[in-house]
């Protein structure tokens, strides 16, 4: 949740001070944080539906998309991505790539996420 948290200040910032990262290379990104915020916009955006997934809200919590790593594996580069953009979110998007990380590990290892939060797992009655 570190990252979500990161990313919605690193887009309170960019409102503030808007910067691409970038912009040591190529000015051609600056039409995205200046004179609309559209990047900002979209940072605060994933940031806090990210936080309201992560600490699931009682209509979000054993949802499908609750539940599915495959839709975390989809939505986190995403969100990495806007985040490498902006010169405030460096940090999220380095934050988040630790996190795709571990969720495909956890994805190959054939781990699931509970319908309920903060829950474990229930053993099957069969025993193998």
């Known amino acids: 949740m570190a990252e979500f948290t990161d990313q919605i200040g690193g887009a309170i910032e960019g409102f503030i ?12 990104l600056n039409g995205s944080v200046n004179p609309v915020p559209v990047l900002q916009i979209l940072n605060l955006l994933l940031g806090l539906l990210g936080l309201a997934w992560e600490w699931p809200l009682k209509y979000v919590a054993g949802s499908l998309a609750h539940r599915s790593i495959e839709f975390r594996l989809i939505f986190y580069p995403l969100s990495a991505l806007l985040s490498m953009l902006l010169y405030q979110g460096t940090d999220p998007a380095l934050y988040y790539l630790i996190g795709i ?24 009655e069969y025993k193998v």
Do not use: H, Q
């Open 17 to 28: 001070w808007p910067k691409v990262f970038w912009d040591f290379m190529t000015d051609n």
């Open 101 to 124: 990380g571990v969720y495909f590990w956890a994805y190959s290892e054939g781990e699931i996420v509970c319908p309920v939060p903060w829950t474990l797992p229930k053993r099957s």
